[in-house]
């Protein structure tokens, strides 16, 4: 999976939690994805259902093409249900990376910690 669409697809499931304007600590971020990285990548469980959001996100993907908003919208929630069995510091992460450009240089440094992840889902 591409970097650009792990972090899509942590932004879709985050709700905005943090104030307008408010400046991301990335280097707090970079050690929370390496948390979260040891976390889920230590528990099969929780890879799996790693995996099943990134599914869900290229199917977010799909139908954001189509312009499909009601599938859009069902996908994303299921997304967000499954964030939740990640835990609080997998939905720490998430929130956290509302505010970071994934284009940006630390942006990418964060996606790249991620897909250590991605490398263990089956494509």
Do not use: R
């Not at 390496?34 to 790693?50: C, E, F, N």
């Not at 967000?80 to 992460?93: F, I, N, Q, W």
């Not at 942006?107 to 490398?119: P, R, W």
Request: negative net charge.
């Amino acid at each position: 999976m591409k970097a650009p669409l792990i972090v899509a697809v942590l932004l879709i499931g985050a709700a905005p939690l943090y104030a307008q304007g408010q400046q991301p600590d990335v280097a707090k971020l970079k050690a929370d994805a390496q948390k979260v990285v040891s976390i889920i990548g230590g528990d099969k469980a929780k890879s799996q259902t790693y995996c099943q959001i990134n599914h869900l996100g290229e199917q977010i993907g799909d139908a954001n093409e189509e312009q499909d908003k009601k599938k859009v919208e069902a996908l994303s929630k299921k997304v967000s249900e499954l964030e939740k069995k990640l835990g609080p510091e997998y939905v720490g992460l998430v929130n956290g990376l509302k505010d970071v450009d994934p284009n940006s240089p630390e942006g990418a440094e964060i996606s790249s910690i991620l897909e250590t992840l991605d490398d263990s889902c089956p494509d």
